[in-house]
């Protein structure tokens, strides 16, 4: 008797070679309850936000990555291939999209720059319960834990029936020792703030041109947030959804008569 | 004796040369009130979303548009480009910046893929107040009737001592003759709801690649909406702002014992 085993999506922002989606990938392949589908980006995409390709048409290459797993690389953004994912590829929606696992952490307002928050957003738009799954170490990330924490994760989502409509989970994971790793906390997005820096040269025609860099500032961050969580050594899961309005200003800005000009 | 005119940044996201930043320009320096800069796209840039450029430089052309005006066009994003005008070409924070105008609304979750948005969203992180100015047509847009409330608005913004910490304003105009404009409301985010379509095709090669389109599908659209307020003859001014948290989800997920995951 066939089971139907329930899908899994999964797709990230670092492109579909990368360390991260594939741990992921092996972390499912091992548990064995789940469908497993690799849709992602053909290279890195970091800092795309939520990006998508509208005046191009996007080439799709079913490929096998050297050997280790099958997968659709996408010469898009991480939304597009969420898009293209659930429009023209996948014949039923999956039960779960997962987005990651992000090399770096994807704390407070800079999610705002993510690709791996935005395909899962773009999930959440589209009907799909879904997660962004980062580690928070750019240099030497270790995925493993991370991935157990996810096969663990999703299998609770899918025993709830799925995710409230039009939420999803930003999950930050600290990069140390599985044995360190303190626990998990539900937590809010913090206000960490960043300085931009921007090194100013010309090029050989004498043209201005610049580098950006930046740094964060550490702002006010209050102890139940994402930030404070991960930095402490716990695992952060941070509701998020897309929509912006910012109900509390509502009543302040029709004191403003706002609704008077014309 | 010099009097210190407050500043105003202009950018956009259809680039230096569109005509709906020309038209704010122009209407602004007819006021009079304000000193004006313009850092935008040296290129359209629609649907990049909230993208950064961090992998290449970015240039920066002092441009002269056609004897028109003066701005800086920049080889990046509606993002990038006010992080350089912030972090790197004014010598001080301006006043108030302001997006737009787009041609084309920016409702409902649609916002997310904006540039629009997203340069008035980079304004805010910035702690500058900023706003975001649609025009709701992409084939014939009038963007005058739009100005002149920009203009407005931008005064009542400075006579308020500039929007609270965090909150920006997303503001769609209809773009019907100025006599039929019934108003202006504050708004909420709607909920319109897209449907992708996708064309597949193969190229010479034999290769799959798809264009991406796609149509709206009204869903639960509230009768205090921006899609509402605009398909109804009224200016929408909604509100919004970047922390994304689902606060009303946190005691759910709770409930789930995710914090117990381990």
């Not at 023209?88 to 929606?93: K, P, V």
Request: charged share 30%; net charge negative.
């Amino acid at each position: 008797m066939k089971i139907n085993k329930k899908t899994i999506l999964l797709t990230n922002d670092d492109g579909i070679d990368a360390e991260g989606i594939y741990s992921l990938y092996k972390a499912f392949k091992e548990d064995g309850r789940f469908e497993i589908k690799v849709i992602a980006p053909d290279k890195e995409n970091s800092a795309v936000g939520h990006a998508i390709t509208v005046f191009r048409p996007i080439s799709v290459r079913e490929d096998y990555q050297k050997g280790k797993y099958f997968g659709y690389a996408v010469d898009g953004t991480p939304a597009d291939c969420v898009k293209l994912a659930i429009g023209a590829i996948l014949e039923d929606l999956p039960d779960l999209l997962i987005s990651g696992i992000n090399r770096g952490g994807n704390l407070g307002e800079n999610i705002i720059y993510s690709g791996t928050v935005s395909a899962a957003t773009e999930g959440t738009v589209c009907g799909v319960s879904s997660i962004a799954v980062s580690v928070d170490d750019v240099i030497n990330p270790d995925y493993e834990y991370a991935s157990e924490f996810v096969v663990k994760i999703a299998a609770r989502i899918l025993e709830n029936g799925g995710l409230p409509k039009d939420t999803l989970l930003n999950i930050n994971v600290p990069s140390i020792d599985k044995k360190e790793i303190k626990g998990t906390r539900i937590t809010v997005q913090g206000d960490i703030g960043f300085r931009d820096n921007f090194v100013k040269r010309q090029d050989p025609r004498g043209r201005d041109y610049y580098w950006m860099d930046g740094e964060f500032m550490e702002r006010n961050i209050s102890k139940d947030s994402d930030y404070m969580a991960v930095k402490s050594g716990y695992v952060s899961v941070t509701p998020i959804h897309y929509d912006m309005t910012d109900y509390k200003s509502l009543d302040y800005f029709k004191a403003w008569d706002i609704e008077k000009l014309k």
